[in-house]
């Protein structure tokens, strides 16, 4: 047991988009090797299905157009000034997806030991690096159907009981991933008091930090934005069936999506940061038929961008459509449902960030064995 010390000083500025609004880096090869719901019969079957695969095709409602900015600064100390890197360093981050293991269901990874030792890893580089500011959650985050409200007891088995207190005195900036949405009533409605992950409380560590299903944190400190893209339409047809309204599911993700296409333009135009860390629940091949989209993302004439998708369950740069010069990662290997039969990649990937503004990301992977069967 240790105590991390480590003073991060966070001020940012956090631009809402209305109800579901949307969408130099150095990549190095370095590898950091770092380290409830029953259901019976044919539901097994049925939620068994739905994650990724390549060989598969606010209490106030805001008015539409609109767009809510709250300033803030949050100081979160907690221990030790060690470093992995010589390069000096604004800060850093981590990006994680797909982690929420389920003892009843789930796909080839057999036990919770793949997610504890990731949880572990990442506990162990944070300590390392000693200035970690915030988390990227790709989604997929409670296997098999999300959390029903903030009381739902998964909150602790799944993601308290196992992520150590350091690796949660970050803010975790989250979106929903097509499992989450399968029990959470913000499938259902506008009315974002319905949906058990959103958050507006910046200082409230017991939950993610999502005050929209798509949302911006500025960070003008370290010359980043963070843009969060709620693009669960892409897989509307594997998810609405599980949920309460299965017809008026479809436009509501619809809805959300084209939102969120929207707001990425909107803050890729406005944006005055260096450097765009752009994440949703899907990698960028999944927008083989949105070439605008695609394109913005490969646009590096105003910033270095970087987008992180997770739903399928590899750690890699390899198997996603290229946005160069800019920079694209599946970060869906975080030990909650499966392994891919390409790679053997598990775990979480590290952001580093420089004085110069530069970011440089790279892998932080654990034992495959640990996962799945070698």
């Known amino acids: 047991d240790f105590r991390l010390r480590q003073t991060l000083h966070r001020r940012g500025r956090i631009q809402m988009s209305t109800e579901p609004a ?3 880096s150095t990549i190095c090869g370095r590898l950091a090797t770092s380290l409830a719901f029953f259901v019976l019969g044919a539901g097994c079957s049925l ?20 767009t809510t900015t709250v300033t803030t600064t949050t100081t979160v100390t907690t221990t030790t000034t060690v470093t992995t890197s010589t390069a000096p360093r604004a800060g850093s981050f981590l990006v994680i997806g797909d982690w929420g293991w389920d ?13 504890q030792t990731i949880a572990d890893a990442m506990k162990e580089k944070m300590t390392a690096l000693g200035d970690v500011r915030f988390v990227i959650n790709v989604g997929d985050s409670f296997y098999p159907g999300g959390v029903a409200n903030r009381t739902d007891p998964q909150w602790d088995t799944k993601w308290r009981n196992i992520y150590p207190k350091v690796v949660r005195s970050v ?29 507006t409380n910046t200082s409230d560590l017991d939950y993610f930090y999502m005050p929209n299903v798509s949302y911006n944190v500025q960070h003008e400190n370290l010359d980043v934005e963070v843009v969060a893209l709620d693009m669960n339409y892409q897989w509307a047809n594997q998810t609405c069936k599980y949920t309460q309204c299965p017809d008026a599911c479809f436009e509501f993700l619809k809805s959300r999506e084209e939102k969120a296409f929207e707001f990425f333009y909107e803050r890729m135009s406005s944006s005055q940061a260096k450097n765009m860390l752009v994440f949703s629940h899907y990698p960028s091949d999944y927008f083989k038929a949105y070439p605008k989209f695609l394109a913005e993302l490969s646009n590096a004439s105003r910033h270095h961008v970087e987008f992180y998708g997770g739903h399928r369950h ?44 530069a970011v440089t990301t790279y892998p932080a992977l654990v034992n495959y064995s640990m996962c799945c069967e070698a």
């Open 22 to 24: 949307m969408g130099r």
């Open 47 to 66: 939620l068994l299905q739905g994650c990724g695969d390549d060989n598969e095709g606010g209490g106030v409602v805001v008015d539409p157009g609109t």
């Open 103 to 115: 003892a009843n269901i789930h796909g080839g990874v057999k036990s919770v030991a793949c997610q």
């Open 171 to 199: 803010p975790w900036y989250s979106v929903y991933g097509n499992h989450d949405l399968h029990y959470d009533s913000c499938t259902c409605s506008h009315d974002l008091e319905q949906c058990a992950q959103v958050n």
């Open 314 to 357: 590899n750690v890699d740069n390899t198997s996603v459509i290229s946005i160069a010069p800019n920079s694209a990662w599946v970060v869906g290997g975080g030990g909650g449902w499966g392994c891919e039969s390409y790679g053997k990649e598990q775990g979480f990937l590290v952001g580093e960030i420089g004085l110069d503004g």
